[in-house]
Nanobody, 115 residues
C-alpha cells in the first residue's frame, strides 16, 4: 500500500518562507525518486522538483535558487523548503512517486502567497 501525505501549506506574505513535508509509506520511500508538483487555479499541474534515491536534485527554472528539495530516509519524509515566495507560487502542492509503474499522489497542501 502506497500512501503520501503532504502538510505545511499556509498563507504567507511575498518574500516569506515555508517548508512543506510529504510523509511516505516505507514501502516506496527508500528506493524511489520523490517529486513535488503544483497546480495553480485554472492551470495545469506542473513539475517543481525531484530528488532521487541517491539525493540528486533537479528543479524547474521557475523555482531554481529559491526552493530546496530534501529527504530524510529515517523518517520516510521528503521536504520542500520554499524561500523568497512570490504570488505566482500560489498553488496546491502535491507529492508524487512512481511505484511498480504506477503514479501515486498525495492529497495536496495549499500554499497561498499574498499580502
Amino acid at each position: 500500500q502506497v500512501h503520501l501525505v503532504e502538510s505545511g501549506g499556509a498563507l504567507v506574505q511575498p518574500g516569506g518562507s515555508l517548508r512543506l513535508s510529504c510523509a511516505a509509506s516505507e514501502t516506496v520511500f527508500r528506493f524511489n525518486n520523490m517529486a513535488w508538483y503544483r497546480q495553480a487555479p485554472g492551470k495545469e499541474r506542473e513539475w517543481v522538483a525531484t530528488i532521487t534515491s541517491g539525493t540528486t536534485t533537479n528543479y524547474a527554472d521557475s523555482v531554481k535558487g529559491r526552493f530546496t528539495i530534501s529527504r530524510d530516509n529515517a523518517e520516510n519524509t521528503v521536504y520542500l523548503q520554499m524561500n523568497s515566495l512570490k504570488p505566482e507560487d500560489t498553488a496546491v502542492y502535491y507529492c508524487k512517486t512512481v511505484y511498480r509503474f504506477l503514479n501515486y499522489w498525495g492529497q495536496g497542501t495549499q500554499v497561498t502567497v499574498s499580502s
